[in-house]
């Protein structure tokens, strides 16, 4: 089984939380426990959770953590939309962000309908 560090996805998901940890630097410190704590928790959720399904027994409880790392994926888009709309994030800066948030999503979701086609085959030729 490849080391969750050699997964694409890990690599685009582990380089996003770089950036963002980066960007947020220059947050305000009021909002040190408000929306750069979210921006942060989110992105490292993403990477954390590809790294911890990789880790347990099967593609059934990996295809799960996948689903998780989606999920604060799609939450780091909000909070990212939340960051331009208060002018803490320019708008470039923002969409380059948002747009490799969403590479991210795309390719969970990629890997989650493989695992789940692969488990549907298995399933089939046991029949």
């Given at each position: 089984m490849q080391h969750f560090t050699r997964l694409v996805v890990w690599?685009?998901?582990h380089g996003l939380s770089l950036d963002i940890y980066r960007v947020t630097q220059g947050f305000p410190r009021a909002e040190l426990y408000g929306l750069t704590g979210q921006l942060r928790r989110a992105v490292v959720s993403i990477?954390?959770?590809?790294?911890?399904?990789?880790?347990?027994?099967g593609d059934g409880e990996f295809a799960r953590f996948l689903r998780y790392a989606l999920g604060s994926a799609t939450e780091l888009e909000c909070h990212l939309l939340l960051a331009r709309d208060l002018?803490?994030?320019?708008?470039?800066g923002s969409e380059?962000?948002?747009?490799?948030?969403?590479?991210?999503?795309?390719m969970l979701a990629s890997?989650?309908?493989k695992l789940e086609q692969r488990k549907?085959?298995?399933?089939t030729a046991k029949s």
């Open positions: 690599k685009k998901a990477a954390a959770n590809i790294a911890e399904g990789r880790g347990r027994m002018s803490l994030l320019s708008a470039e380059d962000l948002q747009r490799r948030a969403q590479e991210v999503e795309r890997l989650v309908r549907r085959h298995q399933l």
